[in-house]
């Protein structure tokens, strides 16, 4: 009996002592069988790269949209990863973020210079997305390539919008930008989505990617539901007031051609009083009120 129990001592000390601790960083291996390989997330960022920008904007976007607690993973997806596995990877998610750069200016396709252009017009069009919302991110190089600025951001546009998807997150082509031209600007004179540029207004792509989520935030874009950019009606920006001490009272009824609009702002709350909306902070004190235009 003394035997068998030294015996068992020993196997025990000799299993211990054979251990290998795993290195620091490594994900156990039941752990890199990610449960997120099931579960049906809100929205999903893809992004294809050829010199890291891309990626980085990507990851703007997938940090802004944490902040404002919308369920993504907490890395965005280089599509050279899901090549062949595309239909599983979309199917994932409620709604697509799609990204590229723009390599082969001038082209008239695959302009890209990524894994995009490898399934554009293969295992991508095989693909039925009809009603799937996505919007579409893009960079480009403004001084070096001007008249082709972020033209890989149209032909990814045009692309999803042939698949019946549902496009959102259209935007001005306003002063900052500094481009001659672009395949990216559509028939209604906005760029088709979120353009940035790391090369030269690589300080204001944060400023626009939380613009531009707020934006799709807006147009029910990560519902999985609600109205494409095209159909859907506009959404006012509040401009707040400075706060008042005394909680809310009344405010004037607007006109009846200008009806109350709902809009889900960060930190806000709507308060609906039956005339207007107003938006309150946590404590119900005034700091502005919104009506349609």
């Known amino acids: 009996m003394k035997v068998q129990y030294i015996a068992v001592v020993a196997v025990a000390i000799a299993q211990?002592?054979?251990?290998?601790?795993?290195?620091?960083?490594?994900?156990?291996?039941?752990?890199?069988?990610?449960?997120?390989?099931?579960?049906?997330?809100?929205?999903?960022?893809?992004?294809?790269?050829?010199?890291?920008?891309?990626?980085?904007?990507?990851?703007?976007?997938?940090?802004?949209?944490?902040?404002?607690?919308?369920?993504?993973?907490?890395?965005?997806?280089?599509?050279?990863?899901?090549?062949?596995?595309?239909?599983?990877?979309?199917?994932?998610?409620?709604?697509?973020?799609?990204?590229?750069?723009?390599?082969?200016?001038?082209?008239?396709?695959?302009?890209?210079?990524?894994?995009?252009?490898?399934?554009?017009?293969?295992?991508?069009?095989?693909?039925?997305?009809?009603?799937?919302?996505?919007?579409?991110?893009?960079?480009?190089?403004?001084?070096?390539?001007g008249d082709n600025y972020a033209d890989a951001t149209g032909e990814l546009h045009d692309v999803f919008s042939k698949l019946g998807c549902k496009i959102f997150g259209a935007t001005e082509v306003d002063d900052s930008y500094e481009h001659e031209a672009s395949k990216a600007i559509k028939d209604d004179g906005k760029f088709c989505g979120l353009l940035c540029d790391q090369v030269n207004q690589d300080d204001l792509s944060e400023d626009r990617v939380d613009k531009w989520v707020r934006q799709l935030q807006g147009e029910g874009f990560m519902s999985g539901g609600g109205e494409s950019a095209a159909s859907a009606a506009p959404v006012v920006e509040a401009v707040p007031t400075a706060v008042v001490s005394e909680p809310v009272k009344s405010i004037t009824t607007p006109p009846a051609s200008k009806p109350a609009v709902k809009v889900v702002r960060d930190g806000w709350v709507g308060h609906d009083n039956g005339e207007s909306t107003l938006w309150v902070n946590s404590e119900n004190r005034r700091e502005s009120y919104l009506t349609k235009n």
């Open 16 to 145: 211990v002592q054979s251990f290998t601790p795993m290195p620091a960083g490594r994900t156990p291996a039941f752990r890199r069988q990610s449960w997120s390989t099931t579960q049906i997330e809100a929205t999903g960022v893809f992004f294809g790269t050829s010199t890291g920008n891309t990626e980085e904007v990507a990851d703007l976007l997938v940090a802004k949209l944490q902040e404002l607690g919308h369920d993504t993973p907490t890395e965005p997806i280089c599509v050279d990863g899901v090549v062949g596995e595309l239909k599983a990877e979309f199917d994932k998610y409620d709604s697509l973020i799609v990204g590229t750069p723009t390599w082969n200016t001038g082209a008239d396709i695959e302009r890209s210079g990524t894994a995009w252009d490898e399934v554009y017009y293969g295992e991508l069009g095989d693909l039925d997305l009809s009603g799937k919302n996505v919007a579409v991110f893009g960079l480009g190089d403004q001084l070096s390539y």
